[in-house]
């Protein structure tokens, strides 16, 4: 989390900076290529495709080796000659693509398409040269393709790499239905590695920005708060100075008016703690009516059934803090804690009860959420409690105040 107001002046611009990113033709941002310089690549878009947030690592991509197990068979064999070229020429691509893999998901795009561009130079002088019928190749390269590039620069490269086996295959006799199936699969799987890898990265960008968006609504809040306390606070301690001199002043020659002026300065001084009060509880919750709703959806979303009841007059601005505040608690300890089925929300005037159906453990320890809250009733004279519910079993929270 940042901290203090001066953050947030420089946090609102960099969040801009999230959300617009600066990209290379390769797909990978700037700063991505500087943190993996530094060892610190991290999610998608900020050291590699796909990395991180459960995308695909570099580590799935080299077990796809195995489909060059028949050059390899065809070598041991004898089947190709001369074996020696077409030795050195396997035994490269293997190199190339493993260095396609590692540089493009190790935030070095430059190297890693230097790597690629001799990729697909080897494999097809291979399929022009010394082994024709190599076309099990042509997936691994188009794969090394997808996970190199990005955006138009990919299809392209795709389309050419197309054609390009077409007119190998077509000069080495293949028939055409070998020719369309090779062709189509081998720039589909070029495409879907391509488009899988620029998901999760987009995806990593979006969860990235989330949290830098989150740590800016804070620092602005924090911000926010520390204004409203200093307008609460200005005047009245600067009038609070002004009579406290007036105290000194009169302390030696008239006693009753520097007592009246020490009573207001007591008067303001309790005027201010209720303000400040008023302000933190309304820094805290957001009132009983808006804890209600949110109750609502989060027991909703637990899969627990949700009855609110509320009946009475409208409490007051104290009493609706400290009550949404209990709504909330007692929701919260429902849903971490209970494996409850159904829960009831009950409001009659300023008495609010929170039951459910669950496990009904918990005693009559409290904890630092039951514990404040306690407190806050006690503060308000009321009196909170909170246990197994009698009866058919559950748990009970129950808040009442005057």
Request: charged share 20%.
């Amino acid at each position: 989390m940042s901290g203090g107001p001066a953050v947030s002046k420089r946090e609102g611009p960099r969040a801009r900076r999230v959300l617009r990113g600066r990209w290379t033709p390769w797909g990978h941002s700037r700063a991505a290529e500087r943190d993996a310089s530094r060892g610190t690549a991290g999610p998608p878009g900020r050291g590699g495709p796909g990395r991180g947030r459960g995308g695909p690592g570099q580590l799935a991509f080299y077990p796809w080796l195995l489909v060059a197990y028949p050059p390899l068979s065809d070598l041991v064999e004898g089947d190709v000659r001369p074996v020696l070229p077409a030795a050195l020429g396997l035994g490269a691509f293997a190199v190339l693509y493993v260095l396609c893999i590692r540089l493009s998901f190790t935030g070095r795009p430059r190297w890693a398409a230097v790597a690629l561009a001799g990729l697909l130079g080897v494999t097809f002088l291979l399929l022009a040269g010394v082994a024709q019928d190599w076309f099990f190749l042509a997936p691994l390269m188009t794969i090394a393709c997808g996970a190199v590039l990005r955006g138009r620069l990919v299809y392209l490269l795709l389309t050419v790499v197309a054609f390009a086996l077409v007119t190998v295959m077509w000069r080495a006799g293949a028939s055409w239905e070998s020719i369309s199936l090779t062709s189509w699969g081998t720039a589909i799987g070029g495409l879907v590695v391509s488009i899988v890898l620029r998901l999760f990265s987009v995806i990593g960008e979006l969860h990235d920005t989330r949290e830098e968006l989150a740590r800016v609504a804070v620092a602005e809040e924090r911000l926010r708060f520390s204004r409203d306390l200093h307008d609460l606070l200005g005047h009245t301690l600067s009038v609070m100075v002004v009579k406290a001199e007036a105290v000194r002043r009169l302390a030696s020659r008239d006693a009753g008016a520097a007592a009246s002026q020490a009573a207001d300065i007591e008067v303001l001084g309790r005027e201010a703690l209720h303000e400040v009060r008023a302000a933190v509880t309304g820094y805290r919750g957001r009132g009983l009516a808006a804890e209600l709703d949110t109750a609502r959806t989060v027991l909703a979303d637990a899969g627990v059934a949700a009855t609110v009841t509320v009946t009475g007059d409208t409490p007051t601005p104290e009493a609706d803090a400290l009550l949404g505040w209990a709504v909330r608690e007692g929701v919260t300890n429902v849903v971490r804690h209970s494996s409850a089925r159904t829960c009831s929300i009950s409001l009659r005037g300023t008495t609010l009860e929170v039951r459910d159906d669950g496990r009904g453990d918990g005693g009559t320890s409290f904890g630092n959420g039951l514990r404040g809250l306690s407190e806050r009733a006690a503060a308000l004279g009321g009196t909170l409690e909170a246990g197994p519910a009698p009866g058919a079993g559950g748990f009970l929270l129950k808040v009442t105040l005057p």
